[in-house]
């Protein structure tokens, strides 16, 4: 039973392309995000939605845009990908309380070439 | 705005040796959260403080927050190879925020 679940796993894909990522928790969670880790494994935060409402919008290129169709599931689109944008992708949910751990996904390890 | 540096970047040490990571904040904070990633995973919750000068242990692990509340440390006893990975602190500045702050975090390897 996994509680929080991120497709693909892995993306390879070129410069200038669209991609999604997909995420789903089933914690019955209404908080989830979306963290962005770069080779020096520095850990960012990049958005968050609580109960499908966005609430923390980070100063990320207007090329990503998340979409939280249920407060199960949080999409991430990127368009026009760029070399910059290779990274692991970790989504991550967490109660409603601000004093709750986060559960991360698996991540999405995401390739620009 | 927030940031959020641990020391060290990298640590190695032999097993049976001590290890601490430091943690500091450019604000105060409400709360500290320690978690752990093992290479190739995904970060662990480890374990969460929020009083000042608060300290908690985990079997061979240990935890403090500052009494201004802008600091924190883990220290762990008696290193073993299944303590390797990258240990982040991540801190909530404002109370009812669901914005954490990871720190820089430390990558630890213990050499049997």
């Known amino acids: 039973d996994t509680a929080v679940s991120q497709t693909p796993k892995y993306l390879v894909t070129q410069m200038g392309n669209d991609k999604s990522i997909k995420c789903e928790q089933n914690?019955?969670?209404?908080?989830m995000y979306w963290y962005k880790q770069d080779s020096k494994k520095f850990l960012k935060i990049m958005f968050s939605?609580?109960?499908?409402?966005?609430?923390i919008n980070e100063t990320v290129p207007n090329r990503f845009s998340p979409k939280s169709p249920d407060k199960a599931h949080l999409n991430l689109h990127i368009n026009s990908l760029e070399l910059g944008d290779s990274a692991v992708y970790f989504c991550?949910?967490?109660?409603?309380?601000?004093?709750?751990?986060?559960?991360f996904g698996n991540g999405t390890r995401l390739t620009v070439t | 705005g927030q940031q959020v540096m641990q020391i060290p970047q990298y640590q190695h040490v032999q097993e049976g040796e001590d290890f601490t990571t430091y943690c500091n904040s450019s604000?105060?904070?409400?709360?500290i959260q320690w978690y752990k990633q093992r290479p190739g995973g995904h970060p662990v919750f480890l374990i969460q403080?929020?009083?000042?000068?608060e300290v908690k242990k985990q079997k061979r692990l240990t935890f403090q927050f500052g009494e201004a509340k802008k600091n924190s440390s883990l220290h762990i006893t008696a290193t073993q190879t299944t303590d390797v990975g990258t240990y982040f602190c991540?801190?909530?500045?404002?109370?009812?925020?669901?914005?954490?702050?990871f720190g820089t975090g430390t990558r630890l390897k213990v050499l049997a």
């Open positions: 604000t105060t904070l409400s709360n």
């Open positions: 939605y609580n109960n499908k409402e966005l609430i």
């Open positions: 914690l019955g969670h209404d908080t």
């Open positions: 403080l929020v009083k000042s000068g």
């Open positions: 991550a949910s967490s109660p409603v309380s601000h004093s709750s751990p986060l559960h």
């Open positions: 991540a801190g909530s500045a404002t109370s009812g925020t669901y914005k954490y702050i």
